[in-house]
């Protein structure tokens, strides 16, 4: 059974940085994306950022490019999502999500790409 863990949400103030980090367990090899959503109350799940864990692709929403860098770690298992620059509009919960196959580039922003969530993180920016 997959299993997603999040860790690193809190609270910060606007222009600081905040990691989070996203271990997976029950999968095997490479392929497949592992990625984050975020979600604010009264509003639909809004993609973040994705990548395939083989390296090939990846992809940032507009809001967050230049600002928030994925990464993984695949000797654990994990992403990680640094966010500097933080803005007030970042404040949401953080959903980290992975796809059951390996998607191409244009799917990696498709909430239905992905088959397996996590129980989500909540960052909060703010003064």
């Known amino acids: 059974q997959v299993h997603l863990v999040e860790s690193g949400g809190g609270l910060v103030q606007p222009g600081g940085s905040l990691r989070l980090a996203c271990t997976i367990s029950g999968r095997t090899g490479r392929d497949y994306a592992m990625g984050w959503f975020r979600q604010v109350p009264g509003k639909e799940r809004e993609f973040v950022v994705s990548?395939?864990?083989?390296?090939?692709?990846?992809s940032y929403a507009e809001p967050v490019k230049g600002r928030f860098t994925i990464s993984k770690d695949n000797a654990k298992n994990s992403v990680y999502l640094q966010m500097d620059s933080l803005k007030p509009e970042d404040t949401a919960v953080y959903y980290c999500?992975?796809?059951?196959?390996?998607?191409?580039?244009?799917?990696?922003?498709?909430?239905?790409?992905?088959?397996?969530w996590g129980q989500g993180t909540q960052v909060t920016v703010s003064s």
């Open positions: 999500v992975s796809s059951r196959g390996n998607p191409i580039l244009s799917s990696l922003g498709k909430i239905e790409t992905y088959a397996y």
């Open positions: 990548m395939s864990m083989n390296g090939a692709r990846r």
